[in-house]
């Protein structure tokens, strides 16, 4: 066959050195102009992937979902939500997409459904321990007549983690656990009936031919026995990449649920693919979900979130190579996706700023646009030189800065709802793309409408303007894509180089990147010859905020 292989040493499996582009099908682009991005929207635009040079697709969810959390609260997990199109459409865009060499990976979401699953509504209409209610995870509550709820623990999205129901003869009832928003109750993972339905939600998708799954909350479907009260520690990060012992993060026996499924997928041909969601404090734990039996790749939450240091972004390299490699399993590298801040805008942001706050009108000291994009270039440039598997996020291609100045009106992430206005939340990464600079919606659709409204300054950023522009980020990311691809570079070994305390140095063989995180220029060989900057210069001199990719012989 088949524009799929391509050569991925070691073990030649697709995804050791795939680069992904991750699609918000809510925001990528919209056929039926309602406003709200589809699958015929993603089918229409595959061509413009294919350009950029990208090997698969990841969608965030588009199954059956009242949308209270974007689609993360699935309802029917076999079927399309209407406002993204049928199931019809799903296989249309999978085939167009595997006809042009890409391949699709789509969201799992194992941790919890939505309220409006039929199993959650069965257990709403059953009695206290029947087995309806224990696919979920319902308690009595405390107090003397079970008015508080059954553990201390906080919701991600702020406020508490139980919610109490009214039994069906109307008095009040049983609480249920929700990691997120009340409209997401966590299933129990304890419970066979569970597993055996997450494995045929497998199948059906496989049996449709996806090439693998992103794994939604991938290290909270297991929690502590016994539930135990939990008090955070002051500067915890929320989705559980800040510390040790959470007992509803990263517990031991999430891991046999991976094994599980490893050998789903291993039924099927064609290197099916596990890549977790596992928010976790270390690298060397964030190492033990891609054990040779487990998933095949987990998110490096840990390099996303370093700052514009090059002491801490040459540690992180470090370590991620270190601890991947010692579970023979390839490195991922992420800076931006649909939860946090843009990274063309994070990397110029210097206050504290933890996953799912957000930006908005009122943040004080917000970042330098300017800065942010020659940072955010910069970062991707230096990223798509590493060995493993790079993610991308739908519009950073175009250099998208994070929208600050959303109205609060067109608010919609249950973050910002939950913690009455306090934390923004993630609205700002996920407003749709700009692919026309004159057209409605900037060409979202045709209609004008817009799920969030676009910033008007964003046609400077639309794919019609940056298709002209030798200077553009889009033309930086399609060169990088496609020297990445040329050169092999997702594959082989690391070598340091020293330039300094400012920079981050390494050789792939022949091609030697650096970049350079200081305020001073970093001299270069003179005999350097580039391949690619992330913003022009002459020279030798690296200037601050840039990295290059170079030839000295
Ligand atoms: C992680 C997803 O990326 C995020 O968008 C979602 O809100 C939570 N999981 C809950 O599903």
Known sequence: MTQLEQSAAPGAEWWRSAVIYQIYPRSFA???????????????????????????????????????????????????????????????????????????????????????????????????GSPERARYVFRDGRGENGELPPNNWESVFGGGMWERITEPDGTPGQWYLHIFDPTQPDFDWTNEEVKEEFRSILRFWLDRGVDGFRVDVAHGMAKEAGLPDYAPVADADSMGGGEENVPYWGQDEVHDIYRDWHQVLAEYDGDRALCGEAWLPTLKKTALWVRPDEMHQTFNFPYLMTPWDAKALGSVIRESLEEFGKVGAPSTWVLSNH????????????????????????????????IGLARGRAATTLMLSLPGSSYLYQGEELGLPEAMEIPDEFRQDPTWFRTEGKRYGRDGCRVPLPWEAGAPAFGFNDTGASWLPQPAEWAAYARSTEENDPTSTLALYKQLLRLRREHDLGSGTLVWEDLGADAVAFRRGDIHVAANLGTAPVELPANAKFLVRSQPFTGTALPADTAAWYTAS
């Open 30 to 128: 919209d056929a039926s102009g309602d406003g709200i991005g589809d699958l015929p929207g993603i089918t229409s635009r595959l061509e413009s992937l294919k350009e950029l040079g990208i090997d698969a697709i990841w969608l965030s969810p588009f199954m059956t979902s009242p949308q209270k959390d974007a689609g993360y609260d699935v309802a029917d997990y076999r079927d399309v939500d209407p406002i993204f199109g049928t199931l019809a459409d799903f296989d249309t865009m999978l085939a167009e997409a595997h006809a042009r060499g890409i391949r699709v990976i789509v969201d799992l979401v194992p941790n919890h459904s939505s309220d409006q699953h039929a199993w959650f509504q069965a257990a709403l209409k059953a009695a206290p």
């Open 339 to 370: 939860d946090v801040v843009r990274h063309a805008t994070r990397l110029a942001f210097t206050d504290d700023n933890p996953q799912g706050e957000g930006i908005g009108p009122l943040t004080p000291n917000k970042p330098d646009t300017a």
